[in-house]
């Protein structure tokens, strides 16, 4: 994901409401900076359709995965059990639970919780780019998620949560997808991290693909 993570603030001067939150004018111009900063070497067009959806973000403690560590996708030390799968040749419990529906330890983080923003965000980690090297171990995604999470929400006294999240589904324009990608991947992605109490949203987006391969 080096090279193709990135976020960026914007500030805002309209009140926001979460009901409203397509026509939110500030999704539309942070989606028009994104795809002109992005695909420069495309011809820029502007922007027909933008579709949205809220993010639950009640979650701020770590304890969310504390269901990982007791269920058999790790081992007492931390390290993530490897398997067989004849998809894909190196794979492992952590991600099987992650991606597939039918896994045995599917759901020992429950449905709405998988829906978090924590959670979501703690996935696309772990699934990383196209040509991903991944960790032996939990521990650097779990400190890495903790760490981006906390640059990214803002809270009051450790309990409520200012911060109102959105994730872009694919927006169109004249030619058809074009937002966050051209065609749809599940380390595509986008969200909006708005502020309503200081006016700020954060652009965080990833396009699937071949990162760097050194910093």
């Known amino acids: 994901m080096l090279g193709r993570l990135s976020a960026q603030t914007y500030s805002f001067d ?23 900063y992005f695909a420069v070497k495309y011809e820029s ?19 969310l995965f504390d269901p990982v560590y007791s ?18 040749p190196d794979y492992d419990e952590l991600r099987q639970m992650l991606q597939e529906e039918d896994s045995e330890h599917y759901y020992v983080v ?36 903790k760490k981006i999470y906390k640059d990214l929400i803002r809270k009051r006294r450790l309990i409520k949560l200012f911060s109102r999240i959105l994730v872009s589904s694919y927006s169109k324009d004249e030619s058809g997808q074009c937002f966050p990608g051209t065609r749809e991947e599940e380390q595509t992605f986008a969200y909006l991290i708005v502020d309503p109490v200081k006016r700020n949203v954060t652009l965080l987006y990833h396009i699937y693909g071949v990162g760097k391969m050194t910093l």
Not at 82 to 88: A, G, L, R, T
Not at 115 to 127: D, G, I, N, V
């Open 45 to 63: 067009r502007p922007v027909e359709s933008v579709s949205t959806n809220l993010v639950p973000c009640t979650k701020i403690s770590m304890e």
């Open 110 to 145: 429950g449905r709405m919780e998988r829906e978090e923003f924590l959670f979501r965000l703690f996935k696309h980690l772990c699934l990383g780019g196209e040509l991903c090297q991944y960790e032996d171990t939990i521990d650097p995604y779990i400190s890495t998620t």
């Open 71 to 88: 269920c058999g996708i790790l081992r007492p030390s931390g390290h993530v059990v490897k398997c067989f799968h004849d998809v894909y």
């Open 14 to 36: 309209s009140n926001f409401h979460p009901y409203s939150c397509e026509t939110f004018a500030l999704v539309r111009r942070a989606l028009m900076l994104y795809y002109m």
